[in-house]
């Protein structure tokens, strides 16, 4: 049996009225849900897909009139912040989107709709439905409602935990940090990642549910060692 939540009122809640509600339907179903018949073809990879490229030209577009001053590079890196799996999971959050993924009964007992990885998956699938139905406008209704908090969060471009450790090894003349993937564990639609950085001859593990999560865990806990050598 699958599960999710009321539909119309999340609808509701979007402000977008669906000519096409079966586009939202999809959005919303997460691969484990889908039909096997159809190849999962139903599931929700597809619209995250478009929703994805979707999502990176809204938010250049954007970057790009909020901040006249700066250079590409600097423009880059917030493209990267805003886009990131974890804005995306507090952006869902603030959708209450965990509440609407159809994954069957057994999933949702145990966690599976409020992943970080699901939600954000979800959340850019919702972003392709939206132009798939209604073009960039409606999708950028969105995306300019939900992201405001976030895009003028930090005066400075921010920088990922991954760019920050190598800029630091790299200034000290030190060369570029070493990640390697240690372990993968759980089904192929909830897995666990362990993955390990070597830096000027130390190391610290990151766990996250995709090797890029992994990464950037793995790139704070070295950085958050300086502190205590």
Not at 18 to 27: D, G, I, R, S, W
């Amino acid at each position: 049996m699958t599960t999710g939540g009321d539909l119309t009122v999340f609808a509701a809640r979007l402000g977008h009225v669906f000519t096409q509600p079966e586009l939202l339907v999809q959005a919303l179903t997460h691969r484990s849900a889908a039909d096997p018949r159809r190849s999962q073809l139903d599931s929700n990879e597809r619209l995250e897909f478009l929703g994805d490229r979707v999502l990176a030209l809204l938010i250049a577009e954007w970057l790009a009139e909020r901040f006249p001053q700066e250079r590409e590079g600097d423009l880059g890196k917030r493209l990267g912040v805003l886009v990131a799996r974890d804005t995306l999971a507090r952006v869902a959050d603030n959708l209450d989107l965990a509440s609407v993924i159809r994954v069957p009964q057994s999933e949702g007992r145990a966690g599976l709709r409020e992943r970080a990885n699901v939600v954000a998956d979800a959340l850019e699938a919702l972003l392709g439905a939206l132009y798939m139905d209604a073009g960039l406008p409606a999708a950028r209704a969105l995306v300019r409602r939900e992201w405001e908090a976030h895009m003028g969060a930090d005066p400075r471009p921010p920088m990922s935990a991954k760019s920050r450790l190598q800029e630091y090894t790299l200034g000290r003349g030190l060369g570029l940090p070493e990640y390697r993937l240690v372990s993968t564990t759980g089904p192929s639609h909830q897995p666990v990642f362990v993955v390990s950085v070597a830096a000027a001859g130390r190391e610290a593990e990151g766990l996250g549910d995709s090797k890029r999560a992994a990464e950037q865990l793995a790139a704070e806990a070295w950085l958050a060692g300086l502190g205590r050598k």
